[in-house]
């Protein structure tokens, strides 16, 4: 089975840094496609309320039967969910449909209209934290000057910001600032929903080191010390994006990927 490499987050906790991602999976198919992805040795599940599918992750976990501690699962708080009162209403809502007494790690799914409110959101997690129902706490799609607003207010620094960091958009500066500030940067699209895997530069890389496209971008991500999730429904696209643990990119092929962002 694969060794998934892991990462350890400013709260000392330690996430597999490759996992699965559920968006857009109908409730009723994500059972059996989580199920399968543990079979085949994920330990990572990254849905969220508005995906309306924790409860079928819940099913496939219990389905795969892999104990509930070694799978990581992170939610994320819808956006209707940012007073205090509503988002403890939400996590405890994704406890239940989820079938588990924590969850690994909750984000805010993205930053609301009022910046005042997310602090009430952040503080409000940071409690959750405290009391054990959730294990770490981040922020999606949040700005440096969110996040910077957060800290300012709260002096809680988020564990991860998951933002749409792929080789054609790699976010650099954001992801230095994450770097100074000890976050962990989370992909999500890694594959730029699936459409990289055509790119002449990653057929090239892959052609070069006898590899898939999509495992060279994944691969890419990976010694870049990103956190990963492809989403795929497919058996063997799950082995594929899983087998990416063996093989190191030399420091040109990674630029060669990088490359990718000049591209129009
Ligand atoms: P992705 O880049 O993971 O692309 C998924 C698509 O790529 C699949 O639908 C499939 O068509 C294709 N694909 C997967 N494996 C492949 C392979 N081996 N070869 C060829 N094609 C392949 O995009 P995504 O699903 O949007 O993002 C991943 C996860 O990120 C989501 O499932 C979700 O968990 C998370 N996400 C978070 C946010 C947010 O706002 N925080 C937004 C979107 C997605």
Do not use: C
């Not at 995906?51 to 104990?67: D, I, M, Q």
């Not at 805010?108 to 706490?137: C, F, K, N, Q």
């Not at 994944?218 to 999730?229: A, K, S």
């Not at 497919?234 to 994006?241: I, T, V």
């Amino acid at each position: 089975m694969a060794t998934i490499p892991r990462r350890t987050l400013n709260d000392g906790t330690s996430i597999p840094q490759f996992g699965l991602g559920v968006y857009h999976v109908p409730d009723d198919d994500t059972g059996a496609l989580v199920e399968t992805a543990v079979r085949l040795g994920y330990r990572h599940v990254d849905t969220a309320q508005q995906y309306g599918n924790e409860a079928g992750v819940g099913r496939g976990l219990r389905a795969s039967g892999v104990p509930r501690d070694d799978v990581w699962i992170t939610t994320k708080l819808d956006d209707d969910s940012h007073s205090r009162a509503a988002a403890i209403a939400a996590l405890e809502g994704s406890l239940e449909r989820l079938g588990t007494d924590h969850v690994d790690l909750l984000l805010v799914h993205r930053p609301g209209p009022d910046a005042d409110r997310d602090v009430e959101t952040w503080r409000t997690m940071a409690e959750l934290r405290e009391d054990g129902r959730v294990r770490s706490i981040g922020v999606s799609n949040f700005d440096r000057r969110r996040i910077e607003h957060l800290v300012a207010q709260t002096g809680v620094v988020p564990s991860v910001n998951q933002i749409r960091v792929n080789p054609r958009t790699p976010h650099r500066g954001l992801r230095r600032y994450h770097r100074r500030r000890g976050i962990a940067t989370e992909s999500w699209g890694p594959l730029r929903e699936g459409r990289l895997t055509e790119h002449p530069i990653a057929t090239r890389v892959a052609e070069r080191v006898g590899r898939t496209p999509a495992q060279v971008i994944l691969r890419w991500h990976l010694q870049q010390g990103t956190i990963v999730f492809p989403k795929s429904a497919n058996p063997d696209r799950l082995r594929e994006n899983l087998d990416i643990a063996d093989f190191a990119l030399s420091r040109r092929e990674m630029l060669a990927i990088s490359s990718m962002r000049r591209w129009r």
